[in-house]
């Protein structure tokens, strides 16, 4: 069993940055790549940013390249979303969720992703 649990959300205005940090606990992370996503009210869970296990790849939606960056620490079974240059178009309920094991290429469908954080509201006001 694993537990995912977010952390670093808010109220942020456009322009600003925050700094998202997902905890795992229990079995299995350091060798599950781990990706981020986020839902609006209405709306499907999208994609976000993905990492491998071993941190040497990253992917991420074109809607965040080049402000946000996924990173991890396995030393601490921790994996972070830094997020610069928030638009408002970015407030949502910000999740992480573990994903396949040992896994270097990029994964963007939830379906592949086994363990869900609760959540986090991250708010861009204009």
């Known amino acids: 069993q694993v537990q995912l649990v977010e952390s670093g959300g808010g109220l942020v205005q456009a322009g600003g940055s925050l700094r998202l940090s997902c905890a795992a606990s229990?079995?299995?992370?350091?060798?599950?790549?781990m990706g981020w996503f986020r839902q609006t009210p209405g709306k499907e869970r999208e994609f976000v940013a993905f990492i491998s296990w071993s941190g040497d790849n990253t992917y991420y939606a074109d809607s965040v390249k080049g402000r946000f960056t996924i990173s991890r620490d396995n030393a601490k079974n921790t994996v972070f979303l830094q997020m610069n240059s928030l638009k408002p178009e970015d407030t949502a309920v910000y999740y992480c969720?573990?994903?396949?094991?040992?896994?270097?290429?990029?994964?963007?469908?939830?379906?592949?992703?086994?363990?869900w954080g609760q959540g986090t509201q991250v708010t861009v006001s204009s």
């Open positions: 969720a573990r994903g396949p094991l040992l896994r270097d290429g990029a994964v963007a469908a939830t379906q592949e992703y086994d363990y």
């Open positions: 229990g079995r299995g992370f350091s060798r599950n790549a």
